[in-house]
């Protein structure tokens, strides 16, 4: 699950002017994030650095932007630790 997390960060298409391509990126994103129980979730925000907490925050607003079923319980625990980490 992890290599998933990293794989899914890795490489996002900031720069692209494509919404299709920033959609999917987002769905991938999304799925990843949905499948990772509760006590999984803080150490794979502690295995980002500063960068990658930043990237998952903004994917996490974006998911919030539109939620699908149950996505908004688990994007709210993966924003609380990733809150934390980036306070730090």
């Keep these: 699950m ?8 890795r490489n996002p298409p900031i720069h692209t002017k494509n ?4 959609e ?4 991938i994103v ?3 994030l949905t ?9 794979a925000v502690k ?6 907490v ?9 998911g919030f932007e539109k939620p699908t079923e149950n996505s908004s319980a688990i ?3 993966w924003h609380e630790k990733a809150f934390a980490v980036g306070e730090d």
């Design 54 to 62: 930043d990237l998952l925050m903004k994917y996490i607003y974006r």
């Design 19 to 22: 919404p299709a391509v920033k």
């Design 30 to 32: 999304l799925r990843v």
């Design 24 to 27: 999917r990126a987002q769905a």
């Design 35 to 43: 499948s990772f129980r509760g006590g999984e979730i803080e150490p």
């Design 2 to 9: 992890m290599s998933a997390f990293h794989m899914a960060l």
């Design 75 to 77: 994007l709210l625990q």
């Design 47 to 52: 295995s980002l650095d500063r960068n990658g």
